[in-house]
């Protein structure tokens, strides 16, 4: 069985200040990676995220940016060394001027440690979609507080 998700949510800003939002460290920094960004998300680059609720910075290397349309990024499954997942961010542009923001995630092993992080990163990154609304359409930081 291939463990993988794929969740999604809409912004409602153009999908430019969406895109930008998270391709920034400062700005992914305020609603996301609490602990700081390193690193401009540019294809090739490797940069590092890390958060107050989970510390220790770890590496995020970036596969491919596409200008307001898509992010591929790689990282190491936690627990299983030499197993990376892909993830896949798209920015799709709707006709009322909101942002539709799918993230895919895939590749973890077929084993209970695989299963358990491919859990987690869904409810990762379904937070995250939910923390970047709150913050880009109200200043509202969901993360702080809201796991320890």
Not at 12 to 30: A, C, G, M, R
Not at 86 to 105: A, K, N, W
Not at 135 to 142: R, V
């Amino acid at each position: 069985m291939e463990l993988k998700f794929t969740v999604s949510g809409r912004i409602s800003k153009p999908v430019d200040e969406v895109f930008e939002t998270v391709v920034n460290p400062d700005t992914l920094s305020k609603f996301f990676t609490t602990g700081g960004a390193k690193g401009r998300l540019a294809t090739g680059a490797e940069v590092t995220w890390d958060f107050h609720d989970f510390p220790g910075a770890f590496p995020v290397l970036v596969q491919e940016v596409v200008p307001n349309e898509r992010i591929v990024l790689q990282w190491e499954v936690e627990g299983s060394p030499d197993s990376w997942t892909t993830v896949t961010m798209t920015f799709q542009p709707l006709e009322d001027g909101r942002t539709l923001v799918r993230i895919s995630e895939y590749g973890w092993p077929d084993t209970e440690i695989g299963l358990k992080g491919c859990l987690g990163n869904c409810e990762g990154w379904t937070g995250m979609i939910c923390a970047m609304k709150a913050w880009m359409e109200h200043g509202i930081n969901l993360r702080d507080g809201f796991y320890k």
